[in-house]
């Protein structure tokens, strides 16, 4: 029987087969592709991106392009189209990413202003009490103890110029000697976002999850589950895994709260979208509508997808008009003068 891992959930059980399929040659993987129904007409040319992407990264995108209850993929499909979805998933990753970045940042500065402010305490992580969970709270300590040692044990960051200036966590541990931990506004910047998510969500006072949650423009249980999906997402896109249809197994609660901004048309999130990548596209724009106003997202992002075929936009969950919702054509029209 396999061990629970940290007291969660029992892994599922192992395959019982052996792999051993052999390791093939870059210029086999491309006829691979070519007796599945991919037209290559330049071989030489398919090798090279191969080469730099990886068939094992690139052959995913045709499965789009398979026939409907036959092997091989539909007549006519080139290596290009494939190629063409690649890059397109690439792009969006980008601006996906984007986002993410400004609405991780935005968490990290808001949960350590309320809780340092508040309690008048900027090492308040340390604080057991602030915690419904003492083993994840001690978890947390622990890893801002270890990368505190890590970087004394590291090489000193000394700078050979006026341009290069030491990190913060440098700097404070060897100016300070107490306390032994940095203050809130540097730990977390240590941490990962799936760190800084089990942060927020093992606090043990509502009135601070609510806190941090309403600078967002949204309520508690809402960041809580937004924040377990930009993990899995943030994973995929800083992996450069796919994205555009990839099953991300957890995805953004949807909002009931009439003060979170969301789609406003009543069919404009089908049942069958609410398990694709669309509502997380949602939800990022929902929150930068309070952290970045002024930001071009939504229009960079209809740029990207409005030209796209039908397919890219099922694969995404994303109805035909959706551009037409006021949640979107609004930001859509905004044109800001600066993107921030």
């Known amino acids: 029987m396999p061990r629970p891992r940290n007291g969660d959930q029992i892994p599922r059980p192992r395959g019982a087969l052996h792999y051993d399929?052999?390791?093939?040659?870059?210029?086999?993987?491309?006829?691979?592709?070519?007796?599945?129904?991919?037209?290559?007409?330049?071989?030489?040319?398919?090798?090279?991106?191969l080469r730099h992407i990886g068939y094992y990264r690139l052959s995913p995108y045709t499965i789009p392009f398979r026939r409907e209850g036959r092997d091989g993929l539909r007549e006519g499909t080139t290596f290009d189209d494939v190629l063409d979805l690649y890059v397109f998933d690439r792009t969006l990753r980008l601006l996906v990413m984007?986002?993410?970045?400004?609405?991780?940042?935005?968490?990290?500065?808001?949960?350590?202003?309320?809780?340092?402010?508040?309690?008048?305490?900027?090492?308040?992580?340390?604080?057991?009490?602030?915690?419904?969970?003492?083993?994840?709270?001690?978890?947390?300590?622990?890893?801002?103890?270890?990368?505190?040692?890590?970087?004394?044990?590291?090489?000193?960051?000394?700078?050979?110029?006026?341009?290069?200036?030491?990190?913060?966590?440098?700097?404070?541990?060897?100016?300070?000697?107490?306390?032994?931990?940095?203050?809130?506004?540097?730990?977390v910047e240590i941490l990962t976002i799936g760190q800084l998510s089990n942060t927020y969500r093992n606090l043990k006072r509502r009135s601070d999850r609510t806190a941090v949650a309403r600078s967002m423009g949204l309520t508690a249980p809402v960041?809580?589950?937004?924040?377990?999906?930009?993990?899995?997402?943030?994973?995929?896109?800083?992996?450069?895994?796919?994205l555009w249809n990839v099953g991300l197994g957890v995805y953004p609660a949807i909002p009931s709260a009439p003060s979170i901004s969301w789609l406003s048309g009543e069919d404009a999130l089908p049942e069958r979208s609410r398990k694709r990548l669309y509502p997380v596209l949602v939800s990022l724009q929902s929150i930068l509508s309070t952290i970045s106003p002024r930001s071009s997202w939504a229009r960079r992002l209809y740029e990207l997808i409005d030209s796209r075929p039908p397919m890219n936009l099922r694969g995404m969950g994303i109805p035909e008009q959706w551009a037409d919702d006021e949640f979107w054509s609004l930001r859509i029209a905004h044109v800001p003068i600066q993107d921030s």
């Open 223 to 242: 960041l809580e589950s937004w924040m377990q999906t930009y993990v899995r997402v943030r994973n995929v896109c800083a992996h450069h895994g796919r």
């Open 21 to 49: 399929k052999p390791p093939m040659t870059l210029d086999a993987l491309a006829d691979r592709l070519a007796t599945r129904g991919l037209a290559i007409p330049d071989h030489d040319r398919a090798v090279r991106y």
């Open 98 to 187: 984007d986002a993410l970045e400004r609405v991780e940042v935005a968490v990290r500065a808001a949960l350590t202003d309320h809780m340092s402010t508040t309690y008048k305490d900027p090492h308040w992580y340390a604080d057991g009490s602030h915690f419904h969970d003492g083993r994840r709270h001690a978890g947390l300590v622990k890893i801002i103890k270890d990368a505190c040692e890590d970087r004394l044990l590291g090489t000193p960051e000394t700078g050979e110029d006026s341009l290069v200036h030491k990190s913060a966590l440098e700097h404070y541990l060897t100016t300070y000697g107490t306390p032994e931990l940095p203050p809130s506004w540097l730990t």
